[in-house]
């Protein structure tokens, strides 16, 4: 039990890395926060760090995610504690310990995430993505679209009912995050790709 707790602490911690916020600040000397959008994701540093940051960032923030869940299942062998730690990492980047549990919106820590404990139920969730970015070019619904599809994803492929418990509560840490933009979208007020303020 020790290191069961001890794997989800890890994960937390993991996943509150704000790699954003430590690229822009060797970089740059600034704090990420006070620029643009004030994320620290990777569409906001890459604003002002070109696609280097971005790709730099978005990597990075990806690979915590599934590092986190890598780690749990090697040392424990049970997919579903990688679902538990992969849940754990988003939250760290949602709501990061270093940063007074702010953060990004944890879309590239969950790719990351969901890549590892159910990489063919990702598939469709990125083919949905595009696909609303691409019909509506808003950056926003395409990854709350991808964030709520990817739990009926991962029971349609009949993935164990932990890891799709997993799917949902990372899910629901994405869809939370872009409150705001839904608001923006029910209003019509959201802006598009392009001139987009949202962060992954």
């Not at 602490?9 to 926060?33: A, Q």
């Not at 990777?42 to 869940?69: I, P």
């Not at 579903?80 to 849940?87: P, Q």
Request: no cysteine; glycine share 14%.
């Amino acid at each position: 039990m020790a290191l069961m707790v001890s794997l989800l602490v890890i994960s937390y911690v993991l996943g509150s890395i704000p790699f954003g916020y430590v690229i822009f600040k060797l970089f740059r000397g600034d704090d990420i926060r006070t620029l643009g959008s004030g994320n620290i994701g990777a569409t906001n540093v890459g604003r002002f760090l070109g696609k280097k940051g971005w790709a730099a960032t978005f990597l990075l923030d990806a690979g915590k995610g599934l590092l986190a869940v890598v780690l749990a299942q090697r040392l424990t062998g049970d997919p579903a504690w990688g679902a538990f730690a992969g849940v754990l990492a988003i939250a760290g980047h949602n709501y990061s310990v270093f940063l007074k549990f702010r953060g990004g919106r944890g879309v590239a820590t969950a790719l990351g995430v969901f890549t590892a404990i159910a990489p063919w139920a990702v598939l469709p969730s990125i083919a949905l993505f595009m696909v609303m970015v691409l019909a509506f070019r808003y950056v926003s619904l395409g990854s709350i679209t991808a964030a709520g599809t990817f739990p009926f994803f991962t029971y349609l492929f009949n993935y164990p009912l932990l890891v799709v418990v997993g799917a949902i509560a990372g899910g629901a840490l994405i869809i939370g995050k872009h409150n705001s933009n839904i608001r923006r979208l029910l209003a019509g007020t959201e802006n598009r790709i392009g001139r987009t303020r949202e962060e992954l």
